[in-house]
T-cell receptor, first 112, second 118 residues
Framework: AQSVTQLGSHVSVSEGALVLLRCNYS??????LFWYVQYPNQGLQLLLK??????LVKGINGFEAEFKKSETSFHLTKPSAHMSDAAEYFC??????????FGKGTRLSVIA | GAVVSQHPSRVICKSGTSVKIECRSL??????MFWYRQFPKKSLMLMAT?????????EQGVEKDKFLINHASLTLSTLTVTSAHPEDSSFYIC??????????????FGEGSWLTVV
């Protein structure tokens, strides 16, 4: 069975600082990995995904994530945080067949 | 990009009544759709997998007679909460797998529906 662990339910960074949201996964087959963002009172929006190929994946809003098989990780980063990045971020894992399995989410706060 | 539309975005209903939530894939065909429920300050919990033309597959602990799912076409799945109670109040989100686009199998989400049962 697949699972996702997001370390840190709440991360707080200063505006302009590096954003690092951690995600580790467990999967018995090569995984598909996703990061979604949820703004207050809204649904989920796909930030980026990894399926195959290049392990460094670039997404929207300046975010990127790197798939590290040896570490079973898919951490999300952004070089410089913006106030508008404050939201809930969910890491998810899947394969071709099963639905997404989500982590518990990490709430990102950006301090001016 | 692909869009999944969910309607209504917010609904308030009286206890004991039923409410239907629609999930539509607007620019792709979705043979499989998923329904999730999100409790306050918690992650998404998969309720059921909806397959076009067949019965939905429910996760353990989800009452199939209470949460009726119909996937009558390749672009529409509906979730009906029957005999709603206040504890059913939650944020319900649907998603659709874009199987048309081959590798990647991306899953797109609707904007969610806030259900409040009073």
């Amino acid at each position: 069975a697949q699972s996702v662990t997001q370390l840190g339910s709440h991360v707080s960074v200063s505006e302009g600082a590096l954003v690092l949201l951690r995600c580790n996964y467990s999967s018995s087959v090569p995984p598909y990995l996703f990061w979604y963002v949820q703004y207050p009172n809204q649904g989920l929006q796909l930030l980026l995904k990894y399926t195959t190929g290049a392990t460094l994946v670039k997404g929207i809003n300046g975010f990127e994530a790197e798939f590290k098989k040896s570490e079973t990780s898919f951490h999300l980063t952004k070089p410089s945080a913006h106030m508008s990045d404050a939201a809930e971020y969910f890491c998810a894992v899947s394969d071709r067949v099963t639905p997404l399995v989500f982590g518990k989410g990490t709430r990102l706060s950006v301090i001016a | 990009g692909a869009v999944v539309s969910q309607h209504p975005s917010r609904v308030i209903c009286k206890s004991g009544t039923s409410v239907k939530i629609e999930c539509r894939s607007l620019d792709f065909q979705a043979t499989t759709m998923f329904w999730y429920r999100q409790f306050p300050k918690k992650s998404l919990m998969l309720m059921a997998t909806s397959n076009e033309g067949s019965k939905a597959t429910y996760e353990q602990g989800v009452e199939k007679d209470k949460f009726l799912i119909n996937h009558a076409s390749l672009t529409l799945s509906t979730l009906t909460v029957t005999s709603a109670h206040p504890e059913d109040s939650s944020f319900y989100i649907c998603s659709a797998r874009d199987s048309d686009r081959g590798l990647g199998n991306t899953i797109y989400f609707g904007e969610g529906s806030w259900l409040t049962v009073v």
